[in-house]
């Protein structure tokens, strides 16, 4: 039976987060560590890596959905293994933030200008809109068949 091994590509300095992975809707397990690995039936799926989940609202089963995912059709051979690695898209504005939270630690110590309050407050609202606009498509998922006779 053909192996499907997804896999937290992420560096030295980003925490391990607990990922959700479904298979065509179905929830198949936690990624707890960099590495999920799994034997599935030869065909075609519809791949999601989830971070996140929902918060709810009253008490009526209404939620607010906070989670960011990416989906990735893939195609699982009859003999062979498919892996998926998958990392999110935040990379210029993970150094951006880095930096804002720098100057943010200084600003308790040193008097900064007026305008790093009014710059740093855009930056953020600006990135949440980002985030909201992006959270289906925040991950990028490669998948790369391998063939093992």
């Not at 939620?63 to 003999?79: C, F, G, K, Y």
Request: net charge positive.
């Amino acid at each position: 039976m053909p192996t499907l091994t997804i896999r937290h590509k992420r560096h030295w300095y980003e925490p391990k987060l607990p990922h959700a992975v479904f298979l065509n809707g179905y929830f198949v397990g936690m990624l707890k560590d960099d590495q999920l690995r799994g034997e599935v039936p030869p065909g075609s799926y519809a791949l999601r890596v989830q971070f996140g989940g929902q918060i709810p609202i009253g008490k009526k089963g209404k939620s607010i959905d906070l989670s960011v995912s990416a989906t990735e059709q893939l195609e699982i051979p009859q003999i062979g293994e498919v892996v998926c690695e998958f990392h999110d898209r935040e990379r210029l504005w993970n150094i951006l933030f880095d930096i804002d939270l720098v100057l943010w630690i200084v600003s308790w110590f040193v008097t900064m200008p007026p305008i790093y309050k009014i710059l740093s407050d855009a930056f953020f609202v600006i990135w949440i809109v980002r985030i909201v606009l992006i959270r289906k498509k925040y991950y990028k998922i490669n998948v790369v068949p391998i063939y093992n006779p």
